[in-house]
């Protein structure tokens, strides 16, 4: 019976984690693209700051074994367009930049921490 409280005790403790790391994910999103329009009223070292917390709470708590693969790719994808000029398009090609720039940001410590978690399993079996 007390075997059963606790396994119901974790679960409960980890569904909670997992959302929290839902909302981060979601938060940071959400300050990425509103960052990226008022890009001259927001201090950048704050902002960084802000995305890369976000980010590492997502990659730490967030992703499930079958989530890792997609999410690794789509970070891939995110960095590649990140290179790419978006300034060059007229009206609003600098604040595509912006957004993209912030959600790199916000992408790349959950992609370090995922990609870190996924050579460590492959390593272990």
């Known amino acids: ?4 409280k606790v396994n119901r005790s ?7 984690v997992h959302r929290v790391a ?8 959400v300050i990425a693209i509103v960052a990226g329009f008022f890009r001259s009223y927001v201090g950048p070292e704050v902002l960084v700051t802000t995305l890369v917390i976000l980010g590492t709470l997502v990659g730490l708590f ?4 079958k989530e890792t693969t997609p999410f690794l790719l789509a970070s891939v994808a ?16 600098l604040v595509l930049r912006s957004i993209l720039s912030n959600i790199v940001v916000f992408v790349v410590p959950g992609a370090i921490i995922v990609g870190m978690k ?6 272990s079996d």
């Open 1 to 4: 019976m007390a075997k059963k």
């Open 10 to 16: 974790l679960k409960k403790r980890k569904v909670e």
């Open 22 to 29: 839902h909302y981060a994910f979601f938060v940071g999103l």
């Open 62 to 65: 967030n992703l499930t074994a």
């Open 78 to 93: 995110l960095m590649l367009a990140g290179i790419v000029n978006l300034g060059l398009i007229p009206y609003v090609g």
């Open 118 to 123: 996924t050579i460590w399993k492959l390593a």
